[in-house]
């Protein structure tokens, strides 16, 4: 009897893993479709240009302060589903406003984007909050990994499913945006479950030592700092590399990024159920060691054509879908129950101020867009990644002995 009762309560654990990645599927390309027609949505409509830049700044800002505030509020009340609730009502208002804002204000279509960007990481950051709630140490990985395949998934769909959409008018992204936000509504008021084991931490400060109660958190949170910086270091340049040293156009770019993003996508199960098995730093150590290599040598290789560029980013895709997966259960191993989502509040907030710095440092080493610049601009970046990966590896052996 016993035994009947552990298999469905795992049952239902793997179906309620299924629904939050659904709902982090939908969060997530909600934000991703819109990136493809930023030119007509703001360009063409405020009479600007430059400033542009600022629309995708705000939204990165929000993401680094407010990931915190939601981890410290859900761990404060010990409370999962209403977060998201609320982050999906937040995040359908805000769209509306963005739409609504006439071209005249480009400052306020800037408030509304940073409302919107605080309301949707309140949704997939505890979204991904809850995983860690309902999977255990045994099937975290594997957890995870599958939330990291919708994950991916929404990132590579979104661009061009937005691209397609775009035609049809300047606002029909918005409009499929605020309709992925509303089912997503409807899934976590009806379907997803409120983990029942949570403990509440009844002081503000408590959460804010996060780090004095699990010091090894500062382990997943560099590698999730270095992996977004990436992330955003590519979706500047690479666009770039391919009308300037190329000379292609946005097709080509659209296929690179996503032949980039199919063996990350492909990879997040398999290797997030084998970190399970044989541990999380092997596939972080191997995996950081060469991609940082790999991105080094892009810029170089990627001068011999399409054809190098796309084997490149191949490998560099494989490279970072093994890091993926046992980055975010990293962090599920380290934290206590009541400090989960202040954990992945601390995890994000890394990986966020990465992704913030990401395309500041590809402005800052190719101003000009010449040749020379993009090959240093990759070796900078591959060797961020491996001085980063040497700075865990000393902390590694500080926390574990030998990693």
Request: net charge positive.
């Amino acid at each position: 009897m016993n035994n009947e009762i552990i298999k469905d309560e795992i049952k239902t654990n793997m179906f309620q893993v299924l629904i939050i990645s659904i709902s982090m599927f939908l969060t997530i390309i909600s934000v991703s479709l819109l990136h493809t027609n930023e030119y007509e949505f703001i360009s063409l409509r405020f009479g600007i240009t430059g400033e542009t830049a600022y629309y995708d700044f705000v939204l990165y800002l929000s993401y680094l302060i407010w990931g915190i505030v939601t981890g410290i509020l859900a761990d404060r009340f010990g409370k999962r589903k209403r977060f998201v609730i609320v982050g999906s009502v937040g995040t359908i208002i805000s769209f509306f406003l963005m739409i609504a804002t006439p071209p005249p204000y480009y400052g306020l279509l800037l408030i509304f984007r940073f409302s919107q960007g605080c309301f949707t990481i309140m949704c997939w950051q505890i979204l991904m909050t809850m995983i860690l709630d309902i999977s255990n140490s045994e099937n975290r990985g594997k957890c995870l990994g599958i939330l990291g395949i919708f994950l991916a998934l929404a990132m590579g769909i979104g661009p061009m499913l937005g691209g397609m959409i775009a035609k049809y008018g300047i606002f029909v992204p918005y409009y499929i945006a605020i309709g992925a936000n509303a089912i997503v509504l409807l899934i976590t008021f009806f379907i997803i479950k409120e983990p029942s084991f949570l403990k509440k931490r009844p002081l503000f400060k408590e959460n804010i030592k996060i780090i004095n109660r699990a010091p090894k958190l500062i382990l997943p949170g560099i590698f999730n700092f270095v992996d977004r910086l990436h992330m955003g270091f590519i979706i500047y340049i690479l666009p770039l590399y391919i009308a300037n040293i190329l000379f292609l156009g946005t097709t080509e770019r659209g296929m690179v990024m996503g032949i980039f993003a199919l063996p990350f996508i492909i990879l997040q199960y398999p290797i997030g159920k084998l970190s399970d098995k044989y541990g999380r730093y092997k596939f972080l150590i191997w995996g950081s060691f060469s991609y940082g290599i790999m991105l080094s040598l892009t810029g170089y290789f990627g001068l011999f054509g399409l054809g190098a560029l796309i084997i490149c980013f191949i490998i560099l895709g494989t490279f970072s879908g093994v890091t993926g997966p046992p980055s975010v259960a990293l962090v599920g191993d380290i934290v206590d129950v009541e400090d989960r989502a202040m954990g992945m509040g601390f995890f994000n907030f890394l990986g966020n101020l990465g992704l913030t710095l990401g395309p500041l440092i590809g402005f800052i080493l190719v101003p000009n867009f010449q040749e020379s610049q993009f090959i240093i601009a990759f070796i900078v970046a591959g060797l961020i990644e491996l001085i980063t990966l040497g700075i865990n590896l000393l902390l590694i052996r500080k926390f574990h002995g030998s990693p």
